[in-house]
Structure formats: structure tokens, C-alpha cells
């Protein structure tokens, strides 16, 4: 059993920043990868960004990707989204995953969900 909880969402303008934080509690394993999944109103969840918990592979959704950056710290079981450029578009909730089946993309093969948390962009 894995826990997630999200944090540091919130309402910025466009061309700002925000830095997403997600701690895990419970069993944690250098096996688990951590990704941040996206839904916005009215719109289908979406892939954003993917990090292996032990190692440095990372992958990015291609709209976020050279804005966004997936990071980790072991020490603190936290895994951190550094959000730049910030564009209405990325307006969502915010989710953050975590599965033992590689590096996926895909919603489905995530095991482990937190609750979410608000990113709202202002034009």
C-alpha cells in the first residue's frame, strides 16, 4: 500500500511558475516510478511527465516538454514538477502516480493515485 499526497497548487498568471511536490508514505521501493497525470474540465486525463524512482530516466508529455521538469528526492520520498511558462492550457488538476511497470505513459498501468491538486493558470 502506497500513499500519495499532493501539494503546492495554486492560481498563477501566465508566464509563471509553480513547483508541484508529491510525497509517498507507506511501502515505498526504488522500483516504484512516479508519474504527474492532468485533467482539465471537460477534457480527458492526460500524461504530463514520468521519472524511474531509482535511476534518471525521465520522460515528458511533448506538450510540456522544455517547460516542465520531473525531479526526485529519494531521502524525502517526494517527487517534486517544476512547472515554468506556465500557459492557461495547463490549467487542471493534477495527479500524482506511481506504478511498478516500468516507465509508462499510460494511465492504466498506475497503481497508486494521490488526490489531486488545483494548478490554475490566468490569462
Known amino acids: 500500500q502506497v500513499q500519495l499526497v499532493e501539494s503546492g497548487g495554486g492560481l498563477v498568471q501566465t508566464g509563471g511558475s509553480l513547483r508541484l511536490s508529491c510525497a509517498a508514505s507507506g511501502r515505498t521501493f526504488s522500483s516504484y516510478s512516479m508519474g504527474w497525470f492532468r485533467q482539465a474540465p471537460g477534457k480527458e486525463r492526460e500524461f504530463v511527465a514520468v521519472?524511474?524512482?531509482?535511476?534518471?530516466?525521465?520522460f515528458y508529455a511533448d506538450s510540456v516538454k522544455g517547460r516542465f521538469t520531473i525531479s526526485r528526492d529519494n531521502a524525502k520520498d517526494t517527487v517534486y514538477l517544476q512547472m515554468n511558462s506556465l500557459k492557461p492550457e495547463d490549467t487542471a488538476v493534477y495527479y500524482c502516480?506511481?506504478?511498478?511497470?516500468?516507465?509508462?505513459?499510460?494511465?492504466?498501468?498506475?497503481?497508486?493515485w494521490g488526490q489531486g491538486t488545483q494548478v490554475t493558470v490566468s490569462s
Open positions: 521519472i524511474r524512482w531509482s535511476g534518471g530516466s525521465r
Open positions: 502516480a506511481a506504478t511498478t511497470r516500468g516507465v509508462p505513459t499510460g494511465s492504466r498501468w498506475y497503481d497508486y
